[in-house]
T-cell receptor
Framework: EAEVAQSPRYKITEKSQAVAFWCDPI?????LYWYRQILGQGPELLVQ????????DSQLPKDRFSAERLKGVDSTLKIQPAELGDSAMYLC??????????????FGPGTRLTVL | KQEVTQIPAALSVPEGENLVLNCSFT??????LQWFRQDPGKGLTSLLL?????REQTSGRLNASLDKSSGRSTLYIAASQPGDSATYLC?????FGTGTSLTVIP
């Protein structure tokens, strides 16, 4: 069964260090999403890609966060420098291009980030 | 901006009971609404997607309804089991509620 892959599953880093997360969406899915989920809350969208183009990054803290999807397939989310408040679960999801009402999102297992 | 609210935040029921989880949203101009399940420390598992033109969707013991005019959706779980214990989240496109934490007591 096709799945969204993410790595690493867990990351512990010290504040001011750089961290990077990787996501490989389900094959053929044109839309890719990065979310951040703080414990006890719902996921919050950081950035949405359609193929290699950014559709929405309005909630991405651009002074320290960056995201790319160079070939329109896999994607990397980077934080530099990491801050204590960045500790959270980082989730990647993908969906088919299709009609908006049919766009079912499928999530990966997430990367749990702890900043010390 | 779309605001999504889920009530209650937590729910505890005995095994075998039928239950309803609620989701409300502020902007009725939606494409779809999706219900997810999340186990502790895990990613989200899609349960049901309701398109804006649909009133309900069913999958096994789960039934989700959508009333766009009132900005509400419900997830009905029949004959609950301990394995149903998890957090249930609803999403209107990319906007998520904070979830309902369900515990089914054996």
């Amino acid at each position: 069964e096709a799945e969204v892959a993410q790595s690493p599953r867990y990351k512990i880093t010290e504040k001011s260090q750089a961290v990077a997360f990787w996501c490989d969406p389900i094959s053929g899915h044109a839309t890719l999403y990065w979310y951040r989920q703080i414990l006890g809350q719902g996921p919050e969208l950081l950035v949405q890609f359609q193929d290699e183009s950014v559709v929405d990054d309005s909630q991405l803290p651009k002074d320290r966060f960056s995201a790319e999807r160079l070939k329109g397939v896999d994607s990397t989310l980077k934080i530099q420098p990491a801050e204590l408040g960045d500790s959270a679960m980082y989730l990647c999801a993908s969906s088919l291009r299709g009609r908006m009402e049919h766009n079912e999102q499928f999530f990966g297992p997430g990367t749990r980030l702890t900043v010390l | 901006k779309q605001e999504v609210t889920q009530i209650p935040a937590a729910l505890s029921v005995p095994e075998g009971e039928n239950l309803v989880l609620n989701c409300s949203f502020t902007d009725s101009a939606i494409y779809n609404l999706q219900w997810f399940r999340q186990d502790p420390g895990k990613g989200l598992t899609s349960l049901l997607l309701i398109q804006s033109s649909q009133r309900e969707q069913t999958s096994g013991r789960l039934n989700a309804s959508l009333d766009k005019s009132s900005g509400r959706s419900t997830l009905y779980i029949a004959a609950s089991q301990p394995g149903d214990s998890a957090t249930y989240l609803c999403a209107v496109t990319v906007y998520f509620g904070t979830g309902t934490s369900l515990t089914v007591i054996p």
